[in-house]
């Protein structure tokens, strides 16, 4: 189980992912700091017992507020929207291939 301490400094992806793996009998491990700090890791190695079974890298996309900024910069009767320069399909393909980064550091031969 993760300790409370820790659980209070996960953001709100990593607090869904040790929730999620809780809820199906498994128990979410953060890694060492020492491991952090050499270079790419996921977020938690998943157990079963005492069992490795998985790492996993929690993401999540927050909100966009760029609609939000150009609404407070509007002049009134101004048209303002549009797309924006970086689409959300962007934004999650980035966190897939950092992840997939991350995950190829610990394991590179996908055991």
Known sequence: MVHETILNALNLGEKFAVAFCASHCLRAETVRKAELRSGKTPDFRVYQGE???FYCKAKYVQDDDWLDKQFEHA??????GGLPP???????????HQAA????AVNRDHE
């Open 86 to 96: 970086n689409p959300i399909y962007n934004q999650l393909a980035a966190h897939i």
């Open 101 to 104: 980064k991350q995950f190829d």
């Open 75 to 80: 002049h009134r009767l101004e048209l303002f």
């Open 51 to 53: 069992r490795l079974v």
